[in-house]
C-alpha cells in the first residue's frame, strides 16, 4: 500500500514507467546478502491513495491503473467508532475476507485492461503539459481550436487550413494564456503532435517542404486521409500555399 502518493514533476514519467513493469511482471528477483540473487512468483498487489487529483502521470492509453475517486460526503464520527469496533472486536474483518474469497468472478479477465472511469480520464488530463492538452484540445475540436486564431484559417471559407509548418503551430500554441508558453519549442511541440498521431506530410523531404519562409516541417491537421497519399512535395507546397491564397 502507498499511502498519500504525489510524483514530483521531474519524475513523474520516469515512475510511471517502472510501475508499469511491476504491476504485470509474473516474477521478481530477491537480493539477500551472502547468496546469489535468485527469483521467486511475483503475487503483489498494489494500492495507493492519494488526495491529489494528479497523483499518477499515466499514459492515454494506460491499460494497467484503474483509477476510482471517493465522493462520499463525511460520515458523522460515531460511524467510524463502531466501524473500528466491528472490524476489531467483532469479526468484521474476518466477515470481509471471508466475502472476498467467495466473490462470484466469473468473466473477469485478469489480464485484461483496467477499467476506464472519469477520474482516470481526468487523472490523465492532469498530467499532461500544456503543450499535450493543446494538442488534445485539436483532436477533439480541430475546427474550433484551429480557428481561434484569424492567421490560422481562410478568410473566405472560415475554414481552418489543413497544413501547418511547426513554427506556425509552435506560435499558435503560445499565442494561447498559460505560464507555461515559454516551453512550447518545435520539440516540444512536435512530440505531442506524434502522441496523438497527428503526422508530418509523406514526401521524400522527412516530413519537410521548401516553403518560401524556408525548409520547414509540415503537419496535416485536418483531412489526413487525403493528404497522407500524397508524397509528392511540389504537390504538397501547392496545397498549402493555395490555402494562403
Not at 503539459?129 to 474550433?144: F, H, I, N
Request: glycine share 6%.
Amino acid at each position: 500500500m502507498g499511502d498519500e502518493i504525489a510524483c514530483e514533476d521531474n519524475n513523474r514519467r520516469a515512475i510511471y514507467t517502472k510501475m508499469k513493469a511491476w504491476i504485470t511482471q509474473l516474477e521478481v528477483f530477491v537480493t539477500e546478502k551472502y547468496v546469489p540473487d535468485y527469483k521467486i512468483r511475483d503475487c503483489l498487489n498494489y494500492y495507493f491513495n492519494s488526495n491529489s487529483p494528479d497523483a499518477f502521470y499515466l499514459v492515454d492509453e494506460d491499460r494497467r491503473f484503474a483509477i476510482f475517486e471517493a465522493q462520499g460526503a463525511v460520515m458523522k464520527p460515531q460511524f467510524y467508532k463502531d466501524f473500528i469496533e466491528w472490524r476489531d472486536t467483532k469479526g468484521g474483518a474476518e466477515a470481509l475476507m471471508y466475502h472476498l474469497l467467495h466473490l462470484d468472478l466469473a468473466g473477469f479477465d485478469p489480464k485484461g485492461r483496467a477499467p476506464e472511469t472519469r477520474a482516470k480520464r481526468e487523472m490523465i488530463a492532469g498530467g499532461r503539459s500544456y503543450v499535450e492538452s493543446w494538442v488534445e484540445s485539436v483532436t477533439q475540436a480541430p475546427l474550433e481550436t484551429l480557428n481561434m486564431s484569424a492567421r490560422n484559417f481562410d478568410p473566405k471559407t472560415r475554414t481552418a487550413f489543413k497544413l501547418y509548418t511547426i513554427s506556425e503551430l509552435v506560435g499558435f500554441a503560445k499565442s494561447h494564456q498559460t505560464e507555461e508558453k515559454g516551453f512550447v519549442s518545435d520539440k516540444t511541440l512536435g512530440k505531442a503532435l506524434a502522441k496523438f498521431k497527428f503526422k508530418k506530410v509523406q514526401s521524400s523531404e522527412d516530413g519537410r517542404l521548401h516553403l518560401p519562409q524556408g525548409f520547414q516541417a509540415v503537419w496535416v491537421m485536418r483531412d489526413a486521409d487525403r493528404l497522407l497519399k500524397v508524397v509528392d512535395p511540389t504537390k504538397l507546397r501547392d496545397e498549402y500555399l493555395k490555402e494562403r491564397k
